[in-house]
């Protein structure tokens, strides 16, 4: 079960995702503004319903900070001599903890491969998005395995958990912003990584089986005229 899920038509599709947006901020709004109206009518004990509200205010401001880091002009490209195994290095760093408090054993196949000039930032953001996913469908524990290699002027950047996976109609909509299967999930993690490696000229791949865990494959050409 190998499928292609970036789809340039649908991410270039900017009036779809202005409504995306509308209705994802609109939904949070509803249930605070409802919530507030509750207390007027009813007198009733202020606080109580202070948990549900504060969680639905972060929920907006999930999505704002998403949206923002997508809307980045591209002319703030910083391009930096990066090495990606090194960037894999420091990134996943910031989930050592959380993956050792859960039995997540990491385990790196780095080959040795060039350095190459690109925005470190944005491809920081893609492997953490990586990385947060698969600590995510790990809750039970397992490995998360990332490889990287450089083949016929193009990396290759895989990263396998041993996690929940997914069910077909998942794997296909995983493009689509804000899709998520997550109470907490604000479904803009993968749409910003297929976006961000779309500029960079490459693709990304995913191979999921449910209960038997995802592989996410990126590929990124040297050669990204951008
Ligand atoms: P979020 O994590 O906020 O839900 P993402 O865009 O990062 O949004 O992911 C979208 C959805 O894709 C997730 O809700 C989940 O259903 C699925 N998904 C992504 N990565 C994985 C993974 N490693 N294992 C299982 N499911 C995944
Ligand atoms: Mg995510």
Redesign the pocket.
């Known amino acids: 079960l190998e499928k292609e899920i970036f789809h340039s038509e649908k991410l270039n599709a900017i009036g779809q995702m202005a409504a995306g947006i509308a209705h994802e901020i609109r939904n949070p709004l509803t249930t605070i503004k409802g919530f507030l109206e509750l207390e007027n009518d009813n007198n009733s004990s202020a606080g109580v319903y202070k948990p549900l509200l504060i969680n639905e205010i972060e929920r907006i401001n999930s999505i704002l900070n998403s949206m923002l880091s997508i809307s980045k002009p591209k002319v703030s490209n910083k391009v930096v001599k990066t090495n990606i195994n090194q960037l894999l290095d420091e990134t996943i760093l910031l989930f050592v903890n959380v993956l050792k408090n859960k039995d997540i054993t990491v385990i790196k196949k780095f080959s040795k491969i060039p350095e190459f000039y690109v925005n470190d930032d944005y491809l920081r953001q893609v492997f953490f998005?990586m990385f947060?996913?698969?600590n995510?469908?790990m809750e039970s524990g397992g490995s998360l395995t990332i490889k990287t290699s450089f083949e016929d002027d193009q990396f290759c950047i895989s990263i396998s958990?041993t996690?929940?996976?997914?069910e077909q109609h998942?794997v296909n909509q995983?493009a689509t912003p804000f899709?998520?299967?997550?109470e907490q999930?604000?479904?803009?993690?993968?749409?910003i990584s297929y976006r961000i490696i779309q500029d960079l000229g490459g693709e990304i791949k995913v191979q999921?089986e449910k209960n038997k865990g995802?592989t996410?494959n990126i590929y990124i050409p040297t050669k990204a005229d951008n």
């Open positions: 998005n947060q996913n698969a995510e469908a958990d996690g929940i996976g997914m998942v995983l899709f998520t299967t997550k999930g604000n479904g803009l993690g993968l749409m999921s995802t996410f």
